[in-house]
């Protein structure tokens, strides 16, 4: 969890009042600091490549704003992008298709065509994946991702390393999978897996390149086959709550690249962080509209709900909360901060202890930059928010707000429905 200034009892974000910035630009809305995204592209960036030739690949689908996403070319990012969409999205903010692997699951073939048209590489989910893609366009290079049978995350959904998971081609199958990319002419240049994303411990990693690297020997002794780089994949969590600890990168870095270069003459990681790189450097403000104090709860009524930030009623995480314009107020009152979705399940917290709240209060949702906006939606008919870039002192829009006009766009009504 990232600290903020406290300025005469306000929050202040990348030297500008959380307050001011809510009045100038309207509730609810992401916020982000680029000094922040750049630190923590360095900080990993440096951790990897100070023990061999590194690839940070983003994990663009945590968030796909086409600024942010410039922020991390111009720091020399790669790309991590799992639909024509976000190769597109990522090609437009500037990155060459040489930066960006796709990395796809249940890939139809008019989706590999047109990635392959964009001339990114393209690491291969399944055997009908790998004989389509030759179909398409052989003497082409390759990645292959396997299913490593390390399996972890923070929650069911988003484990993807395990055995029973969808995800690559399974262990028992990956030196047949190699051999038979020679004999369809392609081209095998990778090895990648990845274990599940919000994983807090280092362990999981360690064994998940032990698996690639075991790999990676094999096919250089039986096959022949001299990969460049071996992909761990992504990950990494970060701590979401006051009193957990951020993981140890430098660690992680060490372990990782020792056991690559002892085991295998692989010569370049890469890693896929998509969290790690934007979940800290944004804060969703939004205003409390109403108080409702029950027999049971207090409400906190606030103008953004499931629809805007996801992650609490679809994965149960927490996310902390501060109330931006009385930062140093103590906790007074236990509430349910809750949203404008007209379901039960819409909360972005509940039985949290806050100072006590009134109408027009602030409320910063802290940790929101990974999976919030990508992942919000127009449900009830609600547009979707605004971004916002801050950079010392100075606020930019990065996103405008959506209209009712937006959402209706692309709804047609027959015309014999019109008399
Ligand atoms: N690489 C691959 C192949 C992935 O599938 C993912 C995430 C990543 C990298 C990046 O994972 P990260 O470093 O961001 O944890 N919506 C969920 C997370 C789903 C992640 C899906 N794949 C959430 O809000 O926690």
Same mark, same amino acid.
């Given at each position: 969890m990232r600290q903020f200034e406290c300025i005469n009892g306000e929050m202040v974000i990348g030297g500008i009042p959380a307050?001011?910035?809510a009045d100038k630009f309207g509730t609810p809305v992401y916020v982000t600091d680029?000094?922040?995204? !750049?630190?923590?592209? !360095?900080?990993?960036?440096?951790?990897?490549?100070? +023990?061999?030739?590194?690839?940070?690949?983003?994990?663009?689908?945590?968030?796909?704003?086409?600024?942010?996403? &410039?922020?991390?070319?111009?720091?020399?990012?790669?790309?991590?992008?799992?639909?024509?969409?976000?190769?597109?999205?990522?090609? &437009?903010?500037?990155?060459?298709? $040489?930066r960006i692997m796709f990395t796809g699951v249940c890939v139809s073939t008019k989706e590999l065509e047109a990635v392959v048209s964009k001339g990114v590489l393209i690491n291969i989910d399944s055997f009908s994946e790998m004989k389509r893609l030759a179909g398409i366009k052989s003497r082409i290079p390759i990645s292959i991702r396997v299913n490593p049978d390390?399996?972890? %995350?923070? +929650?069911?959904?988003?484990?993807?390393?395990?055995?029973?998971?969808?995800?690559?081609?399974? @262990?028992? $199958?990956?030196?047949?999978?190699?051999?038979?990319?020679?004999?369809? =002419?392609?081209?095998?240049?990778?090895?990648?897996?990845?274990i599940g994303a919000g994983v807090q411990e280092i362990d999981p990693f360690v064994k998940v390149t032990d698996v690639l690297v075991s790999i990676a020997k094999e096919i250089e002794e039986k096959l022949r086959i001299?990969?460049?780089?071996?992909?761990?994949? %992504? %990950?990494?969590?970060?701590?979401?709550?006051?009193?957990?600890?951020?993981? $140890?990168?430098?660690? @992680?870095?060490?372990?990782?690249?020792? &056991?690559?270069?002892?085991?295998?003459?692989?010569?370049?990681? #890469?890693?896929?962080? =998509? !969290?790690?790189?934007? #979940?800290?450097?944004?804060? @969703?403000?939004?205003?409390?509209?109403?108080?409702?104090e029950t027999p049971e709860k207090n409400f906190a009524c606030i103008d953004a709900g499931f629809n805007t930030l996801i992650r609490p009623s679809f994965y149960g995480s927490y996310h902390h909360i501060a109330v931006a314009n009385k930062f140093d107020a103590s906790g007074e009152v236990i509430y349910d901060v809750v949203g404008p979705i007209c379901e039960s399940?819409?909360?972005? #917290?509940?039985? !949290?202890?806050?100072?006590?709240?009134?109408?027009?209060?602030?409320?910063?949702?802290?940790?929101?930059?990974?999976?919030?906006?990508?992942?919000?939606?127009?449900y009830n008919s609600r547009p979707r928010c605004r971004e916002v870039l801050v950079y010392n002192g100075t606020a930019n829009i990065i996103r405008e707000m959506e209209t009712i006009d937006d959402i209706l766009r692309h709804q047609r009504i027959p015309s014999r429905l019109m008399v």
């Amino acid at each position: 969890m990232r600290q903020f200034e406290c300025i005469n009892g306000e929050m202040v974000i990348g030297g500008i009042p959380a307050t001011k910035i809510a009045d100038k630009f309207g509730t609810p809305v992401y916020v982000t600091d680029e000094s922040a995204l !750049r630190e923590n592209f !360095r900080r990993i960036n440096k951790a990897f490549s100070r +023990h061999m030739p590194t690839h940070i690949h983003y994990a663009c689908k945590a968030n796909t704003n086409l600024a942010i996403l &410039r922020i991390l070319k111009q720091e020399g990012s790669y790309i991590d992008a799992v639909s024509i969409g976000e190769v597109e999205t990522c090609l &437009r903010a500037g990155f060459s298709p $040489d930066r960006i692997m796709f990395t796809g699951v249940c890939v139809s073939t008019k989706e590999l065509e047109a990635v392959v048209s964009k001339g990114v590489l393209i690491n291969i989910d399944s055997f009908s994946e790998m004989k389509r893609l030759a179909g398409i366009k052989s003497r082409i290079p390759i990645s292959i991702r396997v299913n490593p049978d390390v399996g972890a %995350g923070h +929650h069911d959904h988003v484990v993807t390393g395990s055995r029973k998971s969808k995800f690559g081609i399974p @262990l028992a $199958d990956i030196l047949k999978a190699y051999s038979e990319s020679l004999d369809l =002419g392609l081209i095998p240049v990778g090895l990648h897996a990845h274990i599940g994303a919000g994983v807090q411990e280092i362990d999981p990693f360690v064994k998940v390149t032990d698996v690639l690297v075991s790999i990676a020997k094999e096919i250089e002794e039986k096959l022949r086959i001299e990969l460049e780089f071996i992909d761990i994949g %992504g %990950g990494i969590g970060i701590p979401y709550k006051p009193d957990e600890k951020p993981m $140890d990168v430098d660690l @992680l870095a060490q372990e990782v690249t020792a &056991r690559i270069k002892a085991g295998c003459s692989v010569e370049t990681v #890469a890693i896929e962080p =998509g !969290r790690y790189i934007v #979940a800290d450097t944004t804060v @969703l403000l939004t205003k409390v509209v109403d108080i409702k104090e029950t027999p049971e709860k207090n409400f906190a009524c606030i103008d953004a709900g499931f629809n805007t930030l996801i992650r609490p009623s679809f994965y149960g995480s927490y996310h902390h909360i501060a109330v931006a314009n009385k930062f140093d107020a103590s906790g007074e009152v236990i509430y349910d901060v809750v949203g404008p979705i007209c379901e039960s399940g819409d909360f972005l #917290a509940r039985d !949290r202890l806050l100072p006590k709240l009134n109408e027009g209060d602030v409320i910063a949702v802290y940790d929101a930059g990974a999976y919030g906006f990508s992942m919000s939606s127009q449900y009830n008919s609600r547009p979707r928010c605004r971004e916002v870039l801050v950079y010392n002192g100075t606020a930019n829009i990065i996103r405008e707000m959506e209209t009712i006009d937006d959402i209706l766009r692309h709804q047609r009504i027959p015309s014999r429905l019109m008399v």
